[in-house]
């Protein structure tokens, strides 16, 4: 591993001071704090071999270098543009906070991004994966409840592998979620999914934990706490067993999630909270995915479509 070159230590300082402003004041989690850092490392790192030692020597050109110099590399257009994110959100702070006589990247736009709306899941697609795990094993049973859930509520993996048995409420139907900047909320989940949890709760979770002690309902092979990897890796094998294509991802469960609810009559208002976006603004994109499927329905049945 090698070490930060000199320049880079004193941009590092503004770096450290953004992450926990962001920490402190807006609650993110570790997860999305480490990526922050991960891109702004990335950035810290060109302009020190550009020479600059801190942040009040950036302007608007040096982005453009490192922005070229990421393309030439073969970043993606998304991530170039969160990189860039990252830098103007820095560069915000840090005038706001009296440390920079003015904002350099105010008025620098981004990389603009392939048109794409969020993947989803066909209702076809969803059942076909959710046939897919061996209920005669234990860790069968285990991923069977892992599927329903994280499509049933919407979770993201992080909120997955943080449920805890006392999480599911079965009397009233809900699921206690824990987002992101630890913030909880209430989810309704159906009953299948919940026969699917409490079948999985009372006898192959059991056997995994042996004689351990733990509050997660996601465990491994061994008895512990199931990683993100884990999770990612579980949910790819099934994807690809299911025939899904390539696109799919974890996340994808989520999308699907909130557009089947919109599509089904649910209101924007609804799947905010079921999501738990702070912005609505967020949950905006997926009434154009819904309306993009209603736009293809039209065109398919149409007499003149």
Request: charged share 20%.
């Amino acid at each position: 591993m090698t070490s930060s070159p000199p320049a880079a230590l004193g941009l590092d300082q503004d770096v450290d001071l953004y992450l926990g402003h962001l920490a402190a004041e807006r609650g993110l989690a570790a997860n999305t704090l480490e990526a922050y850092a991960l891109d702004l490392a990335q950035v810290s790192a060109y302009l020190a071999r550009q020479g600059v030692t801190a942040w009040s020597q950036v302007d608007a050109l040096h982005l453009v270098g490192y922005l070229a110099s990421a393309s030439r590399q073969g970043l993606s257009a998304r991530t170039r543009a969160r990189r860039l994110s990252a830098a103007r959100g820095l560069c915000k702070f840090l005038h706001q906070e009296g440390l920079l006589k003015d904002d350099p990247l105010a008025t620098l736009e981004g990389p603009g991004l392939p048109g794409g709306l969020p993947h989803f899941l066909s209702r076809p697609e969803v059942e076909r994966l959710l046939a897919t795990p061996d209920l005669d094993s234990d860790l069968g049973v285990r991923d069977q409840a892992l599927l329903e859930l994280m499509y049933a509520a919407g979770l993201r993996i992080s909120e997955a592998i943080g449920l805890e048995v006392g999480d599911a409420q079965f009397q009233v139907g809900l699921l206690c979620v824990r987002g992101k900047g630890s913030k909880e909320r209430l989810v309704p989940v159906h009953q299948k999914a919940l026969d699917q949890l409490r079948a999985y709760l009372e006898g192959p979770r059991s056997r995994l934990l042996g004689q351990g002690r733990r509050d997660e309902v996601f465990l491994n092979k061994s008895g512990g706490r199931l990683s993100r990897m884990g999770v990612w890796k579980i949910l790819r094998k099934y994807f690809v067993l299911a025939g899904l294509p390539p696109t799919v991802t974890p996340h994808t469960l989520r999308h699907t999630f909130a557009t089947h609810l919109l599509e089904g009559g649910a209101d924007l208002r609804s799947v905010q909270l079921m999501l738990g976006h702070a912005d609505i603004a967020t949950t905006q994109v997926y009434t154009h995915v819904s309306r993009a499927r209603l736009s293809q329905v039209h065109r398919e049945h149409h007499p003149r479509g």
